[in-house]
């Protein structure tokens, strides 16, 4: 349908309303919260702003109920077993908060992107009621690298990077955190290591956007130490004009679904696989500070991968520690590190010291 003058006015019109106000300043979300739902995009119209705002708020927090459902449910049980329909005033009484990380507004119209936090027990109950097995088993990080080919628009390459770091893939199961824009070009193990080990991942994805006409595809490669693998293309159509909101829409869709490929794939190894492993280390320490800050290090990791954590003997340099972690050792021995904690193999077995510390 062709636009008339008047509409083309109005939209200009509303289009500097909107960009009049300066996007709030994003909130710290809690990556370690898995009951906590980030990067919730709503675009409500109303009588005034503070109708639209509050349909915003009330638009997010149902959103953010799906997304936290199906987070927590195997992909298998989500296929057979509907999903709660609750209504609004259920919803909200499982929500502990509702933060916003970016808005807009006009006299009629709100666009935020919002981060809601649930509360746990609520949550649980709620899916166990519906013959759901919830699922809160974390693995350590993965880092993603959002590239493009080279005839991909610069503004189109700054999109996708855009969708991957506001979408709040940092709280899954599997956390996802988006590597530093100056790590570019092919998949590269050497490369991406230094940024993943200060997030502590131990592994790199590389997700590299291709644009051909109303058709877009992300290939998926992820690098380890052991070497690279073909994750598969997944593709989504540009709808609309092709403008920057259909392109946008596309790419979001494009990391949508390879985030819950990785998530699904995660779901099945933490439901069939051995990642619960019991350890006991040797803590070395020169004075009681030290001592204090690796104890830190693993109270801090115990929001991540490491629980039921021993202290079976202390000594005046020394102490012997038992716990239980979920993943790979060198996953282990990443988040340790991001915490300043070497974990080190010796002939006598795990060794725990501060980093740098010999």
């Not at 997010?60 to 459902?69: D, G």
């Not at 709040?168 to 956390?175: C, I, K, R, T």
Request: hydrophobic share 45%.
């Amino acid at each position: 349908m062709k636009s008339t003058p008047w509409a083309v006015f109005a939209a200009v019109i509303l289009t500097a309303a909107l960009c009049a106000f300066s996007a709030a300043p994003a909130s710290a979300l809690d990556r370690s919260n898995v009951f906590a739902v980030g990067g919730v995009n709503v675009d409500e119209t109303a009588a005034n702003s503070a109708a639209a705002q509050q349909q915003g708020f009330a638009s997010a927090q149902r959103l953010a109920f799906m997304r936290l459902a199906r987070r927590l449910t195997p992909p298998e049980e989500q296929a057979r077993i509907p999903m709660p329909q609750l209504d609004q005033a259920a919803i909200e009484r499982m929500v502990v908060s509702v933060d916003v990380e970016q808005e807009r507004r006009s006299g009629t119209r709100y666009l935020g992107r919002l981060a809601v936090r649930f509360d746990p027990a609520q949550i649980r109950n709620t899916l166990r009621s519906a013959g759901f097995t919830v699922l809160e088993t974390r693995t350590a990080p993965v880092l993603v690298v959002p590239v493009a080919t080279a005839d991909v628009a610069p503004e189109t390459a700054a999109a996708w990077r855009e969708v991957w770091a506001t979408g709040g893939y940092a709280q899954e199961l599997a956390p996802l955190i988006v590597a530093p824009g100056d790590l570019t070009g092919a998949p590269d193990w050497a490369a991406a290591q230094p940024y993943a080990r200060a997030e502590a991942a131990a592994s790199a994805l590389y997700v590299t956007l291709r644009v051909s006409g109303a058709n877009a595809t992300a290939a998926a490669v992820d690098v380890n130490a052991g070497g690279a693998r073909d994750r598969g293309a997944i593709s989504a159509t540009i709808g609309g004009a092709g403008d920057a909101a259909a392109i946008r829409a596309a790419l979001q869709s494009l990391a949508d679904q390879t985030n819950a490929r990785v998530q699904n794939e995660w779901k099945a190894q933490s439901a069939t696989g051995p990642v619960r492993s019991r350890i006991s280390a040797t803590a070395i320490y020169a004075d009681e500070a030290s001592w204090e800050r690796i104890k830190q290090a693993l109270q801090g990791a115990a929001a991540t991968m490491i629980s039921e954590i021993r202290i079976e003997a202390v000594g005046r340099d020394g102490a012997l520690i038992s716990f239980t972690f979920t993943g790979r050792l060198e996953q282990l021995g990443a988040e340790l590190n991001r915490r300043g904690v070497s974990l080190e193999q010796s002939p006598q077995g795990p060794v725990l010291r501060l980093s740098g510390a010999h």
